[in-house]
Structures are given as structure tokens and as C-alpha cells.
């Protein structure tokens, strides 16, 4: 059986970098609300990298499934993502411009909706789903009428809190992992941890067999 003070300092190692993606995501977070139009690029670029990355997968996987009902349409996926990729890699701002109208649209459509259901239906969230309607109404308006120049930082703001609420995540998990690892490890006492090493009962668990062998 593992030492369980090794596998405390195995946990607290794990935890602790964990906290630490967390800590850069923060940051990156950050960095990202100052420098929006930066946010942009950068996630356009990751977006177009991926869609390339994948087409080359799909690719190869259609490759080896050659001979089966699923090939040529692997084939055209494949290409359709390789294709997009280069797209929005060599054009990251018209593909964030694009991206934006398409935002906008869903946010205007999903406002409506919203509104309409929340007035017809009336049910125990009324009051929520109206104020969601009333919100990704205007969301969709403000960035509407200010297209195409919100495309500029609607995508990098959207990017930057997604990286800075994830890292927020990720460091509470660590560090607060860390923590309870800590609070286990302390209340074990150097005899506990040798006994549970060593597989030998403890004093409470052999007085109370002996307990129930006399009864």
C-alpha cells in the first residue's frame, strides 16, 4: 500500500499545478479585457489553427476508414474544416466580423423568443426569462449597430472572460484541493499513517472485535 504521506505530496503537487493554469488563465484573462482587439485576433487565430488541425485528423481518419459507407463523407468534412481553417487564418478579421453579425443575430433571435415565451407561457419564471429576452435583445442591437466595428472586441471579450472565469475555476479547485489535502494529512497522526503503511488494525478497531466476540 502507498504511503499516505507520499500520496498527500502527490495530491498537493497536482492540485498545486492545477492552481497555477489557473493563475495563467487569469491573467491571460485579464490581459485579454485590456487588449480586446489583441483577444480577437488571437482567439480567430486558435479558431482557425484548430479548424485546420482537425481537418487534417478527420482527413486521416477518413483515410484509414477507406472502404466503408462513412469514407467520402469524412472526405468532404475534412475538407470543408481545412478549407475554413485557411480562411479565418489568412482573413482573422473578416471572419471576426462575420462571427459578430452571426452573434448578433443569434443574441437578437434568442432575445425574441425569450420575450415572446415568457409573455405567452407565464410560468413560474416569468420574470427570469423576460429579463434573459430583455438582455440578449439588446446585447443583439448594441452590437448590430455598432458592426462592423464591434467586431473589433465583442469576440475578444467574449474569448477574455471565458479564459478568466475559467481560471477562476481552476484556481479555486487547486487551491482549495491543496487545502483540504493539508487538513487530511495534519489530523493523521505518525501512527496512523505507519499502521495503515503496514496494514496492522488500529486500537479502536481491535477493542471493538474484541467487544463483539465476547457479546
Known sequence: MADPATEGRRLRRSFGRLAVLGALLVVAGLVGLVYTGLATLTSMLLFGWLLL????????????????????????????????????IRHPQGTAEALTMFAALLFLTGGVFRL?????VRGPQFGWTLLQGVFGLLLGLLVLFDW????????GLFFSLALLFD????LATGLGGRRV???????????????????????????ERHKWSKE
Open 181 to 207: 489535502v493539508s487538513m487530511v494529512s495534519e489530523s493523521m497522526t505518525p501512527e496512523q499513517s505507519e499502521r495503515r503503511v503496514t496494514g496492522e488494525p488500529s486500537a479502536s478497531s481491535s477493542e
Open 116 to 120: 415572446v415565451g415568457s409573455v405567452v
Open 167 to 170: 481560471g477562476l475555476g481552476l
Open 148 to 155: 462592423p466595428h464591434s467586431s473589433l472586441y465583442v469576440l
Open 53 to 88: 488541425i482537425g481537418g487534417f485528423v478527420g482527413l486521416l481518419h477518413a483515410i484509414d476508414s477507406r472502404g466503408t459507407n462513412y469514407f467520402w463523407l469524412g472526405v468532404v468534412v475534412a475538407a470543408l474544416n481545412i478549407a475554413a481553417g485557411v480562411v479565418v
